[in-house]
């Protein structure tokens, strides 16, 4: 679940708890495919069966806590306080992740409107409730489209942005495609 802040002062459900804080970044990057404009997506792992704009969960290291908080935005307080980065540095190591995993191409990122989206997740393998802080940046350009396209490490596939057809697509994901213009990015 998305934590919007309609939801800050809402009491979190008796059955939420939550027990681990994580972080990530994430680069979107659009581009135009039939003169529709296409988000690219990756695929970490097969056995997730879902897809991803490029991520890199830079902590790679969870905090594991027993949350005891009563409210979303309680919550979301703790988790500032507990996930304290220098995100500079962060974006920086997440860039040479990008060259690793996708392409050895420098990128110029802006941030999104909804640069910072808390989602809630529930894990079935861990039993874990997860409160994940996610920083949303767009790929504005790259020397070489071609990389994005064809990934070193990683599958890709693309969702047209005007279809609204998004299986297998993450949450956070969808989220940000329907609260963000993403067409005025397209990189090509």
């Known amino acids: 679940m998305i934590i919007t802040t309609q939801h800050h002062n809402q009491p979190l459900p008796t059955e939420i708890k939550v027990e681990r804080f994580d972080m990530a970044i994430n680069f979107y990057a659009i581009v135009n495919i039939d003169k529709n404009p296409h988000l690219i997506c990756y695929d970490y792992n097969p056995i997730w069966n879902s897809w991803y704009p490029f991520y890199d969960d830079i902590n790679k290291t969870p905090i594991f806590k027993k949350s005891t908080t009563s409210t979303y935005k309680q919550l979301i307080n703790e988790c500032n306080k507990l996930l304290n980065i220098n995100l500079e540095n962060k974006v920086s190591l997440a860039k040479n ?36 802080k996610l920083f949303n940046y767009v790929i504005t350009d790259i020397e070489n489209l071609d990389g994005l396209l064809k990934p070193k ?22 989220y940000i495609i329907k609260q963000e213009n993403l067409e005025r990015f397209c990189i090509n």
């Open 153 to 174: 490490a990683l599958k890709c596939k693309t969702f047209n942005l005007r279809q609204q057809n998004f299986q297998n697509l993450i949450s956070n994901a969808e």
């Open 97 to 132: 992740r990008f060259k690793e995993l996708v392409c050895n191409d420098e990128i110029k990122l802006d941030k999104l409107d909804n640069f910072i989206v808390y989602e809630l997740k529930y894990s079935k393998s861990t039993k874990v409730y997860t409160l994940y």
